[in-house]
């Protein structure tokens, strides 16, 4: 049995087998193959992403606010922040917002 093994192996033909690979692709994907392209049954056509719609987030109505402390005392964290904004509305802000502070933060530094 192994004997018919090394047989065969010794057999093959690289240059066959990769002919005959190409005809099998041609005869299934319906076009023919480049010379250098070897994965043609792995293209997949290029699709773009969906743009993302920006949901409206709590702190929308405290831009501004938010915007003139950073104005006057430009070095503000996140957290001081995050402890202005809980003495003004309790019910709304706590330490659970900090990181959507944080992102607000980064993104108005960015802008200016």
């Not at 690289?14 to 690979?21: C, R, V």
């Amino acid at each position: 049995m192994a004997r018919n093994r090394r047989d065969q192996y010794r057999s093959l033909d690289p240059i066959a087998l990769l002919a005959e690979i190409r005809a099998t692709q041609e005869e299934l994907l319906g076009k023919t193959v480049q010379v250098g392209e070897p994965r043609a049954t792995h293209r997949r056509a290029h699709r773009r992403y969906k743009t993302r719609v920006r949901m409206p987030s709590k702190l929308d109505p405290h831009i501004a606010t938010i915007e003139d402390w950073l104005a006057a005392q430009p070095q503000l964290t996140a957290l001081t922040i995050v402890g202005r904004l809980s003495e003004k509305c309790p019910e709304q802000f706590g330490t659970r917002q900090h990181s959507i502070v944080q992102r607000l933060l980064r993104a108005l530094r960015k802008t200016k």
